[in-house]
């Protein structure tokens, strides 16, 4: 896992990609030439057409790149429920594709629970916030938490909601990630 590249790549199929920071789907064509600037969780934004795009991990491919390995996969309880520690380290993997740091250590998780359904696993029940409430990619990131945690062995019902208050702030940011942007 890698971050602040500026690593040169060309399309080598088409393939889907999201306008940042709009949350637009476009198509990339194969030939087109960008640069990875960001490369975190697996998946990728790059500087293409003038425009910053997030490349999932699925398509990692189409620029050469292979899909990471999620280790949190195996991470499960013995009784078939899902492990909290894996639900934490999978949206630690869970990144705005314009801030080099991950949606925990931002503080934009402000909640997450983890109930026993008594059928197939647990459920979790996940609340987050973002950065700024415009943000266009916030489904886009809301989504990846919701997919992340449902790969996780022993996960049932995922739910992923957004909530504004208390509104985010710079002083939700934890001390190391305000070493690595440089706030400290």
């Keep these: 896992m890698y971050s602040d590249i500026d690593e ?26 960008g640069h990875i600037t960001q490369a975190l969780g697996g998946s990728y934004t790059v ?29 499960t309880e ?6 909290e520690k894996a639900v934490w380290e999978a949206m630690k993997t869970c990144y705005d594709p314009e801030i080099p740091v991950n949606v925990v250590d931002l503080g934009l998780i402000y909640s997450c629970k ?17 950065t700024a409430p415009g943000c266009g990619m ?9 997919q992340k945690i449902e790969g996780i062995p022993g996960t049932a019902e995922v ?12 002083a939700m940011i934890n001390e190391s990630a305000r070493l690595q942007l440089g706030m400290l």
């Excluded at 940042?20 to 194969?30: C, R």
Aim: proline fraction near 5%; glycine fraction near 10%.
């Design 114 to 130: 983890l109930l026993d359904n008594g059928k197939s696993g647990s459920d979790v029940e996940v609340k987050m916030t973002l």
């Design 8 to 33: 040169q790549v060309i399309v080598e199929r088409d393939c889907e990609a999201t306008l940042i920071p709009f949350g637009n789907k476009i198509t990339l064509k194969k030939g087109e030439e």
């Design 47 to 75: 500087m293409i057409r003038g425009n910053l795009v997030r490349i999932e991990g699925a398509d990692a491919d189409a620029i050469g790149k292979i899909p990471e390995v999620q280790p949190w996969l195996e991470e």
């Design 159 to 170: 739910k992923v909601e957004l909530v504004w208050d208390p509104p985010w702030d710079r």
């Design 78 to 83: 013995t009784d078939g429920r899902a492990n």
């Design 138 to 146: 916030g489904d886009m990131i809301a989504n990846e938490v919701k």
